[in-house]
């Protein structure tokens, strides 16, 4: 099997771009704010930018490398790459498109991306889901050795992207190549990559399957990346044999994470319940505070807890009868309450 | 008023002689051979524009190098020179004691008041409004495109062959149909530079000048042929959005995909 190994060192406009990530028959996300450098790894790998220093090979065949002042053009290197917005030929109809670099069964490709029906439709007149199975299908046409998505799901409105997002899940288990993906919403990288590295300023901060990253982030950075509520506060260790934080606006806080000084608590929303009255219950912290919003997604609702953020059931929010204004205490478990060092 | 103004001398070209009597005088001898040198000089200069212009328009409309404002600048040049200048400058570079006289004449040329000197003339004001439109055009060019296009395995002539000229080709098209009206239309630098002999420089333009006290009838005759080819080739310009966006056919036939 044939990995993609990429150990590249590209000089950015304010940071270098330094990183080392080998790619097996897996999906790789790289995940970070915008302008981390994660659309110049993609450039990199597929030879449209040349990195400064480093290598990239795939399976025997070496595609970059500064020592011997090796940089094969992008026509020579065997990747599909598929751009944020798709890049389509516009002046092509579908299926000259795919058929653009030769090669594969062409009518193949159309039938197993379902848009066969659409062969001769230019890609103005395609929605945005099209665009991107007819730019799947055009990467794929030329039996590529290593795919690479930019932001795959961006182009997409809200509506459209889940199912999208599921099928191309699919695609990726069933093309089983090495795949590198990059995004800003960790939610998209969770659900389609194997493994997510974090991507910022240039530095990986940390790469582990998605549910390791929620649950063991290596920063603040992550930890917000995976939706947490960030808390700021001084921990000390408390008399019950836990570690007691004092948050920032006087509330105390109770953890089984070791750690003294400043520091950020983090508490994923799904681990916050919502009572109407003060409880007794077997979680040890619970806020006092208001409720400021109630967002619904999907089946779930984001209740808007002051400086706190939970997530509970559509049902729930209807038996509670949860309105914004209301006064409710939010209880989570020492147990879930992480504790990173604030630097 | 304005457009009255505007449209006033056009229909006074068609309303000074009767229409039988405009095409009866086309088959005019000092008429044949003008149209006969204008369409060939023009021909060969569209010819140069296009295969010279459309590669230099692609060269500074997409790639970034030291001095590429001054080409810009030096392209556009024509544009705003004097055709008369233009016609000195000329003969002061290509003529007999000109600049590159001496070379040319161990060649055995002789370039002033030769049909090469028309082409040359023609070709001197007019290619600058291709090229504007062709540098412009190319720079208009999504990049992600362009770059899609090499992850497909193109190389790049295949990539301005298949994607660039294609997606230019309205652009273009206009930019020609521009350059061709200017050609047509030639006067100043051709005079200077090639004179006005029947049958070998003198194109429609020169003739109308020439025959303009000796036979007034014959350069009306010739006005009205020029009036309805500008006409047309303004048409072809205006129409010109109609047949970029056409789905099926594309005007470049070598452009197209080969895998149908």
């Known amino acids: 099997m044939d990995a993609l190994r990429i150990d590249i060192s590209v000089p950015l406009r304010s940071f270098v771009l330094e990183l080392a990530l080998d790619v097996g028959k897996e999906t790789v996300a790289l995940v970070g704010p915008s302008g981390a450098g994660k659309t110049t790894v993609l450039r990199s790998v597929a030879g449209l930018t040349r990195p400064e220093r480093g290598r990239i090979s795939c399976g025997k065949a070496t595609w970059f490398d500064a020592d011997r002042n090796l940089f094969l053009p992008p026509e020579e290197r065997s990747v599909g790459l598929v751009f944020q917005e798709y890049a389509l030929f516009p002046h092509l109809d579908v299926r000259r498109n795919v058929a653009f670099g030769g090669g594969g069964n062409v009518d193949e490709l159309l039938e197993r991306f379902r848009i066969g029906h659409l062969s001769g439709a230019r890609p103005s007149r395609l929605s945005g889901g099209e665009r991107q199975r007819v730019a799947l299908a055009r990467a794929l046409a030329r039996d590529p050795a290593v795919l690479l998505l930019d932001e795959p799901l961006s182009a997409l409105d809200a509506h459209t992207k889940t199912r999208v997002r599921a099928e191309l899940h699919e695609l990726l288990a069933e093309t089983g190549l090495p795949t590198l993906l990059v995004t800003h919403d960790f939610e998209d990288a969770a659900t389609l990559a194997d493994r997510v590295g974090v991507l910022v300023d240039g530095r990986l901060v940390q790469l582990a399957p998605p549910a390791a990253l929620v649950a063991f982030p290596a920063d603040s950075f992550v930890a917000s990346l995976g939706g947490a509520n960030l808390l700021r506060g001084v921990a000390r260790p408390g008399d019950n044999g836990l570690v007691e934080v004092t948050l920032a606006g006087g509330e105390r806080i109770y953890s089984t994470d070791e750690v003294e000084g400043e520091v950020t608590a983090i508490v994923y929303p799904w681990e916050i319940s919502i009572a109407l009255a003060p409880t007794t219950d077997s979680a040890l912290n619970h806020i006092p505070t208001e409720i400021t919003s109630l967002v619904p997604v999907a089946n779930r609702v984001r209740v808007g807890l002051g400086v706190l953020v939970a997530e509970v059931t559509a049902s729930s929010v209807d038996r509670l009868q949860l309105a914004v204004g209301q006064r409710v205490t939010a209880s989570f478990k020492a147990a879930a309450t992480r504790l990173i060092p604030s630097r | ?260």
Not at chain 2, 32 to 40: E, P, W
Not at chain 2, 149 to 156: E, H, K, N, Q
Not at chain 2, 223 to 249: G, N
């Open chain 2, 1 to 260: 008023m304005a457009a009255l103004f505007l449209l006033l001398p056009l229909l006074a070209i068609f309303l000074r002689v009767p229409p039988g009597k405009l095409i009866s005088q086309l088959g005019d001898p000092v008429v044949r051979d003008a149209l006969v040198v204008t369409l060939k000089t023009n021909a060969i200069a569209m010819a140069l524009i296009l295969l010279i212009g459309t590669p230099t328009a692609y060269l500074i409309g997409t790639r970034r190098f030291r001095g590429r404002a001054l080409a810009v600048t030096l392209v556009e040049l024509p544009l705003v020179l004097p055709p008369a200048v233009a016609g000195i400058g000329l003969l002061a570079a290509f003529g007999r004691v000109g600049l590159l006289g001496t070379p040319i004449d161990w060649l055995g040329l002789q370039i002033p008041f030769s049909q090469i000197a028309v082409v040359m003339a023609i070709t001197f004001v007019a290619s600058p409004f291709y090229l504007r439109q062709g540098i412009a055009a190319f720079e208009a060019l999504d990049q992600n495109l362009v770059d899609a296009a090499r992850t497909l395995g193109a190389s790049p002539q295949r990539v301005f062959f298949r994607v660039a000229l294609p997606l230019a080709a309205g652009s273009l098209g206009a930019g020609a149909a521009l350059a061709f009206a200017r050609g047509i239309g030639e006067f100043g630098a051709t005079i200077m530079f090639a004179g006005s002999f029947q049958g070998i420089t003198q194109t429609l333009p020169l003739a109308i000048y020439s025959e303009f006290d000796v036979d007034f009838d014959i350069a009306l005759t010739i006005s009205a042929l020029l009036v309805v080819v500008s006409a047309m080739i303004l048409l072809a310009v205006k129409l010109r959005p109609a047949w970029t966006r056409s789905e099926s056919t594309s005007p470049f036939l070598f452009a197209r995909s080969s895998s149908s």
